[in-house]
């Protein structure tokens, strides 16, 4: 898995619908970040699988596989503007090889998604439960 480091102001269009900012640490802090090559390829089968209008990656300022450019928790959007469930989407996920998925919010709209070697995990941090 290649992972690249990113200055906080770059702006390189990564993929068709990924940009290198919206993965960028939302601590109000500038300093550099990591994105690996896989969990954008993955997002970008997902974008596909899913016939996304949008994904919105919403990382805040995380730690875990977020600090590793391995991970981003995101809102899949329709093409009409509706969210797509977050159970559709961890459904979707797991299908397509994320190998760390939860539903991360109570109405299920957002989801952490993960590229994690060595290990797979999966549940709801609104149930704490894996």
């Not at 990924?18 to 993965?23: G, P, Q, S, T, Y």
């Not at 981003?72 to 503007?81: E, H, N, P, Q």
Request: proline residues 0%.
């Amino acid at each position: 898995m290649t992972v690249k480091s990113f200055s906080a102001t770059d702006n390189t269009q990564l993929t068709e619908h990924f940009n290198a900012r919206e993965f960028r640490c939302k601590c109000g802090k500038s300093h550099d970040f990591l994105i690996s090559d896989e969990l954008v390829s993955k997002l970008e089968q997902l974008y596909a699988a899913l016939d996304c209008g949008k994904i919105i990656v919403n990382s805040g300022t995380s730690t875990g596989q977020h600090t590793k450019g391995t991970a981003a928790d995101v809102v899949c959007y329709d093409k009409s503007g509706n969210i797509i469930s977050a159970k559709t989407v961890c459904c979707k996920a797991q299908d397509l090889g994320f190998s760390g998925i939860a539903n991360i919010t109570g109405a299920y709209t957002s989801v952490h998604l993960d590229v994690r070697t060595g290990a797979k995990w999966y549940g709801d941090e609104i149930k704490g439960t894996n």
